[in-house]
């Protein structure tokens, strides 16, 4: 299975701070990397598909970048309602896997 | 609009059983391979399950193989779970999904705890 190691594990910043979070896969994934937010209660949110690809309605502040084993999730300037924890997730190669995700919090 | 709603949850003894439901609506159902998400109290996400469209390609997670069957019933619109032999680390938030690559859409999600 392609292991996806998420960092850091929590981040704690204020509103308008730019937050980046990374995604390392244990082998190449061809771009086939997406970001989803998970906000507690709720059902998970995709944001960003095929490493760079904001998905329609989702606010640009959010972005992908990466290619190969590495990829980089950003919010340029933070929203109270951005906080939730977010997931990076693989599925170049069954089983799909997910990092074990990022929880956001506001300083 | 597409809608999943899972149903089936519930507390179940160690070496139990339980079907889960998820009905889907506002797609062609058919046409969509599906999948099961879970989420065990403050873990992460995990992929559990996956079915294609016609239903004859079926995926598993190790930690459910030979535990878990994924089934769909197209005619109904409708995703199914039969989690057996139940254990405490199946005790979980159930998704289902519209997908296993790009998920779009997931259900709110059904809580399984598995307790004596």
């Known amino acids: 299975d392609i292991q996806m190691t998420q960092s850091p594990s929590s981040l704690s910043a204020s509103v308008g701070d730019r937050v980046t979070i990374t995604c390392r896969a244990s082998q190449g994934i061809n771009n086939y990397l997406n970001w989803y937010q998970h906000k507690p209660g709720k059902a998970p949110k995709l944001l960003i598909y095929d490493a760079s690809n904001l998905e329609t309605g989702v606010p640009s502040r959010f972005s992908g970048s990466g290619s190969g084993t590495d990829f980089t999730f950003t919010i340029s300037s933070l929203q109270p309602e951005d906080i939730a924890t977010y997931y990076c997730q693989q599925y170049d190669n069954l089983p799909p896997t997910f990092g074990q995700g990022t929880r956001l919090e506001i300083k | 609009e597409v809608q999943l709603v899972e149903s089936g949850g519930g507390l179940v003894q160690p070496g139990g059983s339980l079907r889960l439901s998820c009905a889907a609506s506002g797609f062609t159902f058919s046409s969509y391979a599906m999948s099961w998400v879970r989420q065990a109290p403050g873990k992460g996400l995990e992929w559990v399950s996956a079915i294609g469209g016609s239903g004859d390609s079926t995926y598993y997670a190790d930690s459910v193989k030979g535990r878990f069957t994924i089934s769909r019933g197209n005619s109904k619109n409708t995703l199914y779970l039969q989690m057996n032999s139940l254990r405490a680390a199946d005790t979980a938030v159930y998704y289902c999904?519209?997908?296993?690559?790009?998920?779009?859409?997931w259900g709110q999600g059904t809580l399984v705890t598995v307790s004596s």
């Open positions: 999904a519209k997908s296993y690559t790009i998920i779009r859409n």
